[in-house]
């Protein structure tokens, strides 16, 4: 029996890693057929922000009463140099509509608030081209892995929004202006449908990823991750202890209710992956990271 047991614990976490690749069901299929992607091609970019970024970011929030604190802006430090394999990354945030087909497909539960409460019966949240919100980290990482893909790890994700040059915003560096750029402030009261918001584009026209809702991403938060062998290139780094449920994990990009301080492409936050609301959402990429053990 322990055998078996030790079989089928390795059978598991090599399909994590994505070392097996199922079949997708047909429903898997039709679904993936509706995402469009944006191809990120390998090389190198600057993350992170330095000292005098992360101050100045800092005093700023401090003005607009934004209630950031500044570990939050330490958090963004050292500045360094990543490495990436190539990626795709979804040009939008996974709509309820994809999400409704997979929890058709899979009986995995609808989209739930803070509280527990069903968030699709509240007309504000429930519309097939909005964004799902309502969703744990796990529930958008089953969905990922459903169509052979998987949460974005942090590095990728400030990749696909600051690029190569290190823009403050995905569109550039001047600030969010809002009905211009994104959804954010509480301009509309609730996620806008995806795409609303061309001129909040990144240049490779990745849409969204400022404002509208927060984004989950695959690594687990820790303030200190930069630090470590920062005077090195970090090739593909990823911070995630197998399914650890009680840590917490990234969120980038901000929401439809909070202020211009938190759309800042660079800014970590977190948020705990058993938990949901009704601004959190989440985009995909493919292949999966590889999991380092």
Known sequence: MRCVCITILIFLLSAWEGVITAELSSAAE???RTIEWVAIPEGKFIMGST?????????????????????TFDAEVPQHTVYLSAYQISRYEITNAQYRAFIEATGRPSPRGHQGEEIWKDGNFNTDTQPVVGVTWFDAQAFAEWIGGSLPTEAQWERAARGTEGRTYPWGNDP???????????????????????NGTSPNGIADLAGNVWEWCLDEYNPSFYQQNSKNVKRNPINLRFRDVLRARVIRGGAWDVGSAFLRSSLRFKFYPLDSTHTIGFRVVRPRPKIKK
């Open 30 to 32: 039709k679904t993936l």
């Open 176 to 198: 969010p202006k809002a009905r211009h750029h994104a959804n954010f402030a509480r301009r509309y009261n609730r996620p806008t449908p995806i795409g609303q918001f061309p």
């Open 51 to 71: 000292p005098e970024e992360a101050e100045t970011a800092y005093t700023d929030a401090k003005l607009r009463s934004s209630l950031l604190e500044k570990h």
